[in-house]
């Protein structure tokens, strides 16, 4: 069984780097063919899909995110972490990583999300 756990700060103040980790059990995220992504959904409104990293390394950024949008890994640790530069209260939302695969439709595990406040 996969997990995913996020985690980090749940306050990051304006023009600030938001910084979450996402930590991978139960599956390698080198594993072919998965991708490791992060979406988020502000108060009262739809999921947003922010970018994610493949098996193989690549990432892929959403494009009205992608200037200010990092995502890496770090294979020892099984991880994959999200960096979002220059915060404004508007990137205020629960953030979740989710893994997707290129033989099936939809996210088939998620983390149970992380709420990020941004705010003086």
């Known amino acids: 069984q996969v997990q995913l756990q996020e985690s980090g700060p749940g306050l990051v103040k304006p023009s600030q780097t938001l910084s979450l980790v996402c930590t991978v059990s139960?599956?390698?995220?080198?594993?072919?063919?998965?991708?490791w992504s992060w979406i988020r959904q502000p108060p009262g409104k739809g999921l947003e899909w922010m970018g994610a990293i493949a098996y193989s390394g690549s990432s892929y950024y959403s494009p009205s995110l992608k200037s200010r949008t990092s995502i890496s890994r770090d294979t020892s640790k099984n991880q994959f972490t999200l960096q979002l530069s220059s915060v404004t209260p508007e990137d205020s939302a629960v953030y979740y990583c989710a893994r997707i695969s290129e033989l099936h439709e939809g996210y088939d595990y998620w983390g149970q999300g992380t709420q990020v406040t941004v705010s003086p």
């Open positions: 139960g599956g390698s995220i080198t594993t072919n063919y998965y991708y």
